[in-house]
């Protein structure tokens, strides 16, 4: 805040590297277990610093972790639109998000709390490593009613080159109960975290992400191109 002009300066950090799910599913990116390992620590580690603070994100999502640069690996979460304070032990209540990485508890429209944000790290981990959605409904009502039941399985095929590990990571961030999830701290001890830990550097089959990503840039188009309509809508003059 500049005191003698009465402005407010925001100084921001010029972020190259772009999405890491259109990074990962570049022809040249040779995606492994390792690699996903190595992004979600990352996340864990920005989203425990976030709740050290008592902020909740709320809008975890592929497309708010981004690359620093073309070619490192290291990643910023992004977009705090819709993040709140959290007092813990008061009652915080949220209905936005985006269907497919949002929680039960905010389509429920229940109390939120630091787990909220976990839920949405194990779904981007589910789909960083087979491609597939795990709630993913054919409507956003059907969406929504699938995270509610916190349905879902390790059964395609794309699981099958993935450690129980990783799949243990998974199934103890996507719990009905919030308070059963782990924390970011926890998860960061996890063993499929752990630093030290030897991990198969096997590539990964790319297809299913790539299609993911495919349909993700058409949703997002949509959704830009109908908020022009609403907004030109609103602003057109009436006719007679």
């Not at 813990?88 to 949220?94: A, E, S």
């Not at 009905?176 to 830990?197: C, E, I, S, Y």
Request: net charge neutral.
């Amino acid at each position: 805040f500049d005191d003698s002009k009465k402005q407010m300066i925001l100084i921001l950090e010029l972020i190259e590297g772009g999405e890491l799910f259109e990074r990962v599913i570049d022809d040249d990116f040779v995606l492994t277990e390792k690699a996903c390992a190595i992004f979600v620590r990352q996340i864990c580690e920005g989203v425990d610093y976030m709740h050290s603070k008592n902020i909740l994100h709320l809008d975890m999502k592929p497309e708010n972790v981004l690359c620093t640069t073309r070619t490192g690996n290291r990643i910023k979460l992004i977009d705090f639109g819709l993040a709140r304070f959290y007092e813990p032990g008061k009652k915080l209540q949220v209905l936005f998000g985006t269907p497919e990485f949002v929680a039960p508890e905010v389509v429920n429209f229940d109390k939120v709390g630091f787990q909220t944000d976990m839920w949405s790290v194990g779904v981007i981990c589910y789909v960083l490593l087979s491609g597939l959605s795990p709630f993913m409904g054919n409507s956003e009502l059907e969406t929504m009613a699938n995270v509610t039941r916190a349905e879902y399985d390790f059964d395609d095929e794309s699981f099958d080159q993935i450690s129980e590990e990783a799949k243990d990571f998974i199934a103890k961030l996507l719990l009905k109960d919030k308070d059963d999830r782990m924390t970011a701290a926890q998860g960061l001890n996890h063993p499929w975290l752990r630093k030290d830990k030897k991990r198969d550097d096997t590539q990964l089959d790319k297809k299913k992400l790539k299609r993911f990503v495919i349909r993700r840039r058409w949703q997002k188009m949509v959704n830009a191109f109908l908020a022009l309509r609403r907004m030109g809508a609103t602003i057109s003059p009436s006719t007679p």
